[in-house]
Every structure is written in structure tokens, then in C-alpha cells.
């Protein structure tokens, strides 16, 4: 009989177990289902919520939590229902509430550091390690607009990246991201690590919809089918992917105001006005213009914006 175990939480063949992991060095606990199916297999690490107001992707690992029994699976799920869970007791969108980290540019931390570090320091030693392949459940933050697309790994070793690729083109989005991280992120670190992973963004400005998250769920058993954990064949899907690459992420050079001129999803021109900031007198203090023909990605919809801080993302389409 297989037994998994995650902190302190064990779970035998054929069974589902929920509890609590405590983070290392402090007093805070994640939320943790793990799954052992009835038949032993690969096991797929999930989680939800390394950023906190992204919430289609905490409800999405909630419900798959529930919904999932042992006897369907072959192998076993790992799911963390929230990461960041101080951050979203206490609003503080992408950031950790105790240091004001974003747990995407820590990865793999350290147990000696500050909050944000021993959270990711806990997910690679205790989730990662158990993991042979990952689902990163995402959407933009309370302040992001952003159109559905997938992340892939794709600083890892040639095989790795195959496999994440074809995780990431079963997932029903508009677009595939490939990205050029090995580190910071949970899944680019699990990546650089051996585990084939994807990141999934769908949803966005602090919303969820039961309809995001039944899409964002037959997603994740689109991939679970794919890699042998569910029986069935790979459900009906609206879109298959398309490659997006040369991918600009634009911090603001000000802080002040921000006036987009165009949605989340909208295609442009090279030299087209993405939007501009100005100050509180309505003088502009930056231009944003696209540096090549492309797509958005995501943007920020919030009228404040700040230095150094997200302001847009796109990219060239490729594969059409």
C-alpha cells in the first residue's frame, strides 16, 4: 500500500485526506488536500492562490478538492488550496502580508528568511518534492486585467519542457506562453527541478464566476485525463492554443495615473499607443507604445499605477 505525505498530513492508497501544513518557522497553516487513488500512479501537485486575490484559481483547487474521489484516480493529487493565505486574510493582493514579498520572485526561498521565503521554502520541500508533474493555478490580480492563456516551462531540460508543452495545449485558452524563467516563479523553479509544469491564467481585477472556475476545473481533468490520473477522453474545448513569444512585460517608469487604450486580448500594431500615465494634473508623464505588432496579455485596470510595477504585457503571435 502507497502512502504520501506532506508535512504532516498522510494519506494511504484509496484514500482523501484534508488538513493543514505549517509553514516553517511560523505560525501559519495552508490548506492541503491530498488525494491517493485507488490505483497507484504519477502524482500531480496543485495550488491555488500564490497570489491572493486571484481567486478563480483558489476556488478552482477548492472545488477539485471536493469533487475528486479516490476511486477515479490512477496516481495521486497533491492540492494546495491557498498559498498565501495571510496575504488573503488580510487583502493584500500579490504581496505576503508579513513582508510585502510577491511569493513569484522568491521560489525556491529559504527557511531563514523572512515569510515569503519559508512559504516557498515549505512548497519545494514538502509539495514540489512529492510532484511529478505540476498545475499553477493563476488569473490577474485585483488590479490586472488580463485575456485567458497558459504558461509552459522552458528553462529546463529538453524532455521536461516537451512534457509541460503538452500539458499546457490541452488547456482551453486563446494562448501559450513559453517562458524564459527558470527561477522566482513555483512553477519555473519546479521546472528547473526535473517536474514538468504549466501555469494557468484565466480571470482577473479581484472577480470569480462559477463559470470561470467549471471552465478552469475541466481544464485541470483535461490534463489529468492527459496524463493517464483520470479515465476519459480529453472534453470538447473552444480554443487550442496559440504560441504568443517575445514577450514584453512593461513596468511604469512614473507613478501616477493610467489610461490604456486598448483591452486585455485586443491586437496591435507596432508604434500603436498601448496607454499613458500622467500626473494628478492630467500632464502626461510616460507614453506606452507597442515595440512590435502583438497581443495583449494583460494590463493593468486600475487608475493607479505605480514605478517599477506591472503596467502591461504582450507579445508576437507565431504559430498561426
Not at 25 to 45: A, H, M, N, Q, S
Not at 197 to 212: A, P, V, Y
Not at 233 to 238: A, G, I, K
Not at 248 to 260: D, I, L, Q, R, S
Request: glycine residues 12%; hydrophobic residues 35%; negative net charge.
Amino acid at each position: 500500500m502507497q502512502m504520501l505525505k506532506v508535512g504532516n498530513i498522510c494519506a494511504k492508497t484509496g484514500e482523501k485526506v484534508s488538513g493543514y501544513v505549517q509553514v516553517k518557522g511560523t505560525d501559519i497553516e495552508l490548506p492541503v488536500t491530498i488525494i491517493c487513488g485507488e490505483k497507484e500512479g504519477k502524482t500531480v501537485f496543485i495550488s491555488g492562490g500564490v497570489h491572493n486575490a486571484e481567486y478563480v484559481g483558489i476556488e478552482t483547487a477548492i472545488e477539485l478538492a471536493n469533487e475528486i474521489l479516490p476511486s477515479q484516480l490512477t496516481g495521486n493529487l497533491i492540492i494546495l488550496h491557498l498559498m498565501n493565505r495571510t496575504g488573503f486574510e488580510h487583502r493584500t493582493m500579490s504581496m505576503v502580508y508579513e513582508d510585502g514579498k510577491n511569493l513569484n520572485r522568491e521560489f525556491p526561498g529559504n527557511v531563514q528568511g523572512t515569510t515569503a521565503d519559508r512559504i516557498c521554502h515549505t512548497v519545494v520541500t514538502e509539495f514540489q518534492k512529492n510532484a511529478d508533474y505540476y498545475i499553477d493555478l493563476h488569473c490577474g490580480d485585483g488590479y490586472e486585467e488580463l485575456t485567458p492563456y497558459v504558461y509552459c516551462v522552458g528553462v529546463a531540460a529538453p524532455e521536461v519542457v516537451k512534457a509541460a508543452r503538452g500539458m499546457a495545449e490541452l488547456v482551453n485558452v486563446p494562448y501559450l506562453v513559453q517562458s524564459p524563467c527558470g527561477s522566482g516563479g513555483s512553477y519555473n523553479y519546479a521546472g528547473s527541478c526535473g517536474i514538468p509544469s504549466i501555469l494557468i491564467e484565466r480571470g482577473c481585477m479581484g472577480r470569480w464566476s462559477k463559470e470561470e472556475v467549471k471552465i478552469g476545473k475541466e481544464d485541470v481533468r483535461n490534463v489529468l485525463r492527459y496524463l493517464g490520473l483520470l479515465e476519459g477522453d480529453v472534453s470538447e474545448r473552444t480554443y487550442h492554443p496559440v504560441d504568443v513569444g517575445n514577450v514584453v512585460c512593461k513596468n511604469a517608469e512614473h507613478t501616477g495615473c493610467w489610461y490604456p487604450t486598448k483591452r486585455a486580448g485586443d491586437n496591435f500594431k507596432k508604434g500603436e499607443i498601448l496607454g499613458y500615465i500622467k500626473d494628478y494634473f492630467g500632464n502626461v508623464l510616460e507614453t506606452c507604445a507597442a515595440e512590435m505588432d502583438g497581443i495583449l496579455l494583460y494590463q493593468v485596470s486600475s487608475l493607479c499605477v505605480i514605478k517599477d510595477s506591472p503596467m502591461v504585457a504582450y507579445g508576437e503571435k507565431q504559430n498561426q
